[in-house]
């Protein structure tokens, strides 16, 4: 699917206008009196630090009372603050955005506020009439079945030739495992290994959100009959071409029907929202055979920290992920034991997409860098989209975030 050079990216963020808001006058007026957000910040750091340029020129420290993450922001304006205050973690961007702060590295003081956000409480997230604002335009992304549509196309659509520019060679855009001095796609052929160690000899496979289909591809190699389903017509066209031996649909979650000895399923979930998990794992329950197995790969925000999140919308829901949301484990779970599917041998490695994420940026920086990007994605969009890999990669350095591989078994037998 072609689509015009001159709006490539805006579908991210011209859709994210409604999440815009500016400083009133009365904020502006009053922005110096926000220092005391300072205080604020300075209180709630037990380990690491924050040196701060402030407007006037003058500096100050935030923390330092132990070894943590170190950070350097020049906060050129009051309005940064007004944002963070007020809007939260899109506030934040916005400012950075409009150039209210900068940092020569942002990744090491994403990581502190994530390691610290219990302690911090609302100070860095939208409030009152903000929150609502926020949720209310969150809401209008829901993924009803056409709302799906929607979103996974402002997202994985942005072209092929705009992702291979930056992924290891296999397209895979999802957290590696063990990354470590070889290839960022040895870790990504070790991700599919640990996933299909889970699901054994599998004869029929049904796989949930297929990307560009090289783990459909690694499994039919293995003598798997797979079935892999997308709603993105750029990934599926990409993975038909590539990937030969799978049967590659055009199909909602929702709709798949069939019974598999066993369900794959990578970073899709969190794209979902809450109020569809019991769907996707009704999804699970209903396609998996008595004694099959659903290897499942997702991502969590912390248990403690996330009915705070849920209640507003952050800067990867307003910005990059239309009508998304990191998945609470113990909810999760308790979804698919309610639905006769056991939990097991979930293992964690979220450093290992904090490392993902590094790589990702630095193949990005390089392609902007050697014009190797594909035309039509202006500056914005590519300052954009750095910032994202950025925000990511400290939030799980922080803590807040986690990846995860859990096995799903489901009672009975065959």
């Known amino acids: ?17 409604r999440f815009s808001r500016q400083p009133g006058l009365v904020a502006r007026l009053v922005a110096p009196g926000f220092a005391k957000v300072l205080d604020r910040i300075d209180a709630a750091l037990t380990s690491g630090a924050l040196h701060a340029t402030l407007p006037d020129g003058s ?32 506030g934040w961007y916005q400012a950075w955005e409009a150039g209210e702060w900068a940092s020569p590295d942002p990744v090491p003081l994403f990581a502190l506020f994530m390691q610290h956000a219990a302690r911090l409480g609302d100070t860095a997230r939208a409030k009152g009439p903000f929150r609502h604002a926020l949720k209310l335009a969150h809401f209008w992304n829901r993924n009803t079945q ?19 520019a930056w992924l290891d060679p296999t397209i895979s855009y999802s957290s590696a ?41 690694h499994l039919a190699d293995r003598g798997s009959e797979v079935t892999a389903i997308s709603l993105s017509d750029e990934q599926l066209a990409w993975a038909r071409a590539h990937h030969p031996g799978p049967d590659f ?27 569809y998990w019991p769907n996707y794992m009704d999804c699970i329950a209903r396609n998996l055979k008595p004694g099959g197995r659903a290897a499942i790969q997702y991502i969590s925000m912390r248990d403690d920290l996330f009915e705070a999140y849920a209640q507003s919308a952050d ?16 909810e999760f779970r308790a979804l698919a034991e309610a639905r006769g599917l056991a939990w097991r041998d979930q293992i964690d490695f979220g450093i290992d997409y904090a490392e993902t994420l590094k790589v990702w940026r630095e193949n990005f920086d390089r392609a902007e860098a050697d014009g190797s990007l594909p035309t039509g ?38």
Not at 148 to 153: E, P
Request: charged share 25%.
């Open 59 to 90: 500096k100050r420290t935030l923390g330092g009372r132990a070894a943590g993450f170190e950070c350097e922001v020049d906060l050129r304006s009051w309005n940064a603050l007004v944002r963070l205050a007020s809007n939260g973690s899109v």
């Open 249 to 275: 649909r055009r199909q909602d979650y929702r709709d798949a029907s069939g019974t598999f000895d066993a369900i794959v399923s990578v970073e899709m979930v969190e794209a979902l929202g809450r109020e």
């Open 315 to 330: 800067f990867i829901q307003a910005y990059i992920f239309p009508g998304g949301l990191l998945i609470r484990t113990s």
């Open 177 to 217: 495992l063990a990354v470590g001095s070889d290839a960022l796609e040895a870790a990504q052929k070790r991700k599919w290994n640990e996933l299909s160690d889970r699901i054994g000899a599998a004869s029929r496979v049904l796989e949930i959100g297929c990307g560009w289909g090289a783990l459909a591809g």
């Open 146 to 164: 056409q709302g799906a549509q929607r979103n996974i196309a402002a997202h994985y659509d942005l072209g092929n030739d705009f992702y291979t």
């Open 377 to 414: 994605f202006d500056a914005r969009f590519c300052d954009l989209w750095r910032y994202y890999l950025m925000y990511c990669e400290g939030g799980f350095r922080g803590g807040g975030i986690d990846v995860h591989q859990v096995t799903l078994v489901k009672e009975g037998r065959t």
């Open 1 to 17: 699917m072609d689509m015009p050079t001159s709006q490539r990216g805006h579908s991210l963020t011209d859709g994210a206008r």
